[in-house]
């Protein structure tokens, strides 16, 4: 199964469905494809570390604590707008 | 149910215009309008130009502009179809067909989606250090998540709070506090990469585990909201 083809196409049904006047159902694709490509990004950097972890490269504590502090407090800032 | 003035109508007044433009044009082929022909030219160009813009415009009102009914029969018949929108707008999500296909799509692209993660914490299985860092990166991509989603709009109100309440659960864990002089994952390496003794061993694996606990919590408000 593509994943990407599956996000895309769940993308083009809550548009269709977005035009057709349907904003439940729209909204509740729309949610779904968001979930899964969240899902889906913080898959590939875990597959990312896991093959760090296998060519045995050092880990740097400082890089990952400096994005964990930028990116919470980036979560509780006020949305943009 | 309002409605509006006929003459008000923005499209009735597009049609208006309109129609004075084609009466013209019949009236000066009927020859009861201008006999000179620059005349004719002159006022063909200007009611051909009204007709267009008029026509343009009635077109521009009808797709981009409020279109109350101008007929008792018309604000009948929209507040009927109104009613009918609103039921179908309660029915929402809750079709069971809506809820069949929803479901299935979930469950293919969490069984297709994990594989990385999985990856991760099998490496790093049997090594305390590499776990605490396997956790670390976890907790760091699903933060980084939910901050994009904040940022795009995805994230709001309730659920918003939900997931900023799980985060604050997990961060002191993850990265420690100093405020409550608690240790994050990355000192407790460090702690038990200075002196391997039994009692820095049974800490990080306590910290590991406490802070998986909390991390599930996290990526549940995510997926929940």
Known sequence: ?81 | MDITPLLKSQVIRAVLVALAGLVGLILRKLGLGFDEAFANQLVDAVLLLITTVAAAWAGVARARLPTPPLTQVAADKTAIREAKEDRARQGGYARPAMLVITAAIGAALVLAGCVGTRDAYKASAGNLEATAYVVTEHYAAVVKEAAAMKNSGALTGSALEAVRKADDAVRPLIIGDPATHRDGLAALVRAYQAVKSAKTEADLQAAINAAVVKLSNLINAVKRR
């Open chain 1, 1 to 81: 199964m593509n994943l990407s083809i599956a996000l895309l196409a769940l993308r083009g049904a809550a548009l269709g469905l977005q035009l057709q006047g349907q904003t439940g159902a729209s909204r509740t694709l729309n949610l779904l494809a968001d979930s899964a490509a969240a899902g889906l990004n913080v898959d590939a950097h875990m597959a990312e570390v896991a093959a760090k972890l296998k060519a045995g490269e050092p880990i740097d504590w400082d890089d990952v604590e400096a994005r964990i502090r930028a990116d919470s407090t980036d979560l509780h800032s006020p949305p943009p707008g």
